[in-house]
């Protein structure tokens, strides 16, 4: 049952879509015969030219044939005509120029209907759909049926290649940014899964990881006693012999234990090992700061994959001092810059594009993020007339 409120118009094309409507209805809307508006007569009509009866669909067809200008003009400037009344009427410009004058500036036809137009030996025509941005830009190929129209207009060509360069630079603008998104994805994808942390409630709590977890068993490490420095560099209190050199004397398993659980002096050391293990095992140490994160974003003594972990560091990596850092930083792995350069400030991506100290292509990336930037700005605007 229809919904009360619903229009006899309304009702009427329901019921001919489902097929319940009596033959003798489907023809009298066919003649326009029904006291319903043109819009409904028209949309109804429209459907009939399908109809199962050749009768009904001969009529259908002459109602439509004979639509007057004056009624065009009438549909296509009411708000309420259908869309697929509109498409009809843009099919046929020649027959209805007023009409046709309307829809080339409408927002409410889809922009495939618009392509006879496109095609339309209408100067005014073609001058309205060229103003509308919003089809050229849905639809492109429009632009292309305008650009080799040979009844464009002369005096039209200017505005129309400048409209269509800033929906080309706009295009390419969304599709570098969907392209960004597209690495950033592809290259947390490739990243290793975030560490797990180790099972042991105490061992989690100092920060320490699943894989390291495992390892500690193997380095024969007092838990209880990780906490003193002296055990671990082998020193007692007084010791005059500096840190670098105890530090040199270790093993590796010795290094390891201090870059997980030792000092500030120890780490500041440690995170620039030849070893990368040991090196990583100082961005896991529970005391690791922002600080020593933004010094070693910094640094350009440091093994790539400890940049990398301070990049992905759930805390630190989200710092805009060492995203920033992090990009400049030549020995920054290029995937790890890339992905950070859409994050910086337009001041500091200026001074990117200059800095022949990073990758060409993070240079590259820089420049990109700038046009898009500039791309968004031009969008806003509005357009002179």
């Known amino acids: ?4 409120g619903t229009s006899l118009g309304s009702r009427i094309i329901e019921a001919i879509r489902s097929g319940s409507a009596p033959a003798k209805a489907r023809l009298a809307a066919a003649r326009g015969s029904l006291p319903l508006a043109r819009g409904e007569l028209v949309a109804l009509q429209l459907l009939l030219r399908e109809d199962d009866e050749p009768q009904i669909r001969d009529a259908a067809g002459e109602s439509l044939a004979a639509l007057s200008g004056e009624d065009a003009v009438a549909l296509a400037g009411d708000q309420e005509t259908a869309p697929e009344i509109l498409a009809w009427l843009a099919s046929e410009p020649r027959r209805w120029p007023e009409a046709a004058r309307m829809l080339a500036s409408s927002t409410r036809v889809d922009p495939q209907a618009l392509v006879p137009l496109a095609e339309s030996d209408d100067e005014e ?32 060509e200017a505005r129309l290649l400048d409209v269509l360069d800033e929906l080309r630079k706009e295009a390419a603008a969304v599709r570098a940014d969907d392209a960004a998104r597209e690495a950033d994805a592809a290259e947390v994808a490739r990243e290793p899964d975030a560490p797990r942390p180790a099972s042991d409630p105490f061992l989690a709590s ?10 500690l068993p193997e380095l024969n490490i007092d838990i209880g006693a990780l906490a003193e420095r002296s055990e671990l560099l082998g020193a007692e209190d007084g010791d005059d012999e500096s840190l670098l050199a105890r530090l040199a004397r270790l093993k590796v398993g010795q290094k390891l234990k201090l870059a997980l659980f030792g000092g500030r002096e120890e780490r500041s050391l440690l995170i620039r090992d030849s070893n990368r293990i040991v090196a990583t095992s100082v961005v896991k140490n529970p005391k690791f700061s922002e600080t020593e994160a933004e010094m070693a974003a910094n640094s350009r003594n440091v093994n790539q994959d400890v940049l990398r972990l301070i990049a992905r560091h759930r805390d630190f990596g989200k710092l805009y001092t060492i995203q920033h850092s992090l990009v400049r930083n030549p ?53 002179r007339r």
Do not use: W, Y
């Not at 049952?1 to 009360?4: A, F, N, R, T």
């Not at 792995?333 to 991506?349: C, G, N, Y």
């Open 125 to 156: 025509t073609l001058r309205f759909l060229a103003g509308n941005h919003r089809a050229l830009k849905a639809h492109p190929p429009l632009g292309s049926l305008l650009q080799h129209n040979p009844h464009f207009p002369k005096d039209a």
């Open 331 to 383: 020995r920054c792995p290029q995937e790890i810059a890339a992905r950070l350069v859409p994050s910086l400030r337009e001041q500091d991506l200026k001074l990117l594009v200059r800095n022949r100290n990073v990758s060409e292509a993070v240079r590259r990336q820089a420049k990109k993020q700038i046009e898009i930037l500039n791309q968004r700005r031009r969008v806003r605007l509005p357009i």
């Open 1 to 4: 049952m229809s919904e009360p």
């Open 206 to 215: 100092l920060g320490v990881d699943a894989e390291l977890e495992a390892v």
